[in-house]
């Protein structure tokens, strides 16, 4: 009798792990069809001029951003101020290009990058900083 009972509970305890482990979704948050998508974040590296170089006003700077389904999917701000910036597609990776605002000199700059996907839990931030020297 005591047998029967253990085994009755036990199989009534794990019943609900047995489920969730059969529909593929056992503790996790699941795959890219149901409500709990997955993603790849996005990942920035390529940082051109590197991490605090001095550079002159209106100098250029480039990076590379993989795993980014759309160039508009990023966004570049230095003091809270948009920069344009162009995009070139190099199949593995997106180059992104743009050039210091003239209004900056005499100053150190953080050019801030954020990358807003679909799913709010895949957007990735970076940057680097820079030390701009007098005109």
Not at 88 to 105: H, R, S, T, Y
Request: charged share 20%; hydrophobic share 40%; net charge positive.
């Amino acid at each position: 009798m005591k047998k029967t009972l253990f085994l009755v509970i036990f199989f009534l305890l794990n019943t609900p792990l047995a489920y969730a482990g059969a529909g593929g979704h056992a503790g996790h948050g699941g795959g890219g069809g149901g409500g709990g998508a997955s993603c790849i974040k996005a990942r920035l590296n390529g940082f051109t001029p590197e991490h605090l170089a001095t550079v002159v006003p209106e100098s250029e700077f480039s990076f590379r951003a993989f795993n980014v389904q759309h160039p508009d999917e990023i966004e570049v701000t230095i003091k809270n101020e948009a920069i344009p910036v162009t995009f070139e597609d190099k199949e593995a990776f997106i180059l992104v290009k743009g050039k210091l605002p003239a209004a900056f000199n005499n100053t150190t700059v953080r050019i801030n990058i954020k990358v807003n996907a679909k799913i709010s839990k895949c957007d990735t931030d970076g940057g680097w900083l820079l030390k701009i020297a007098e005109k």
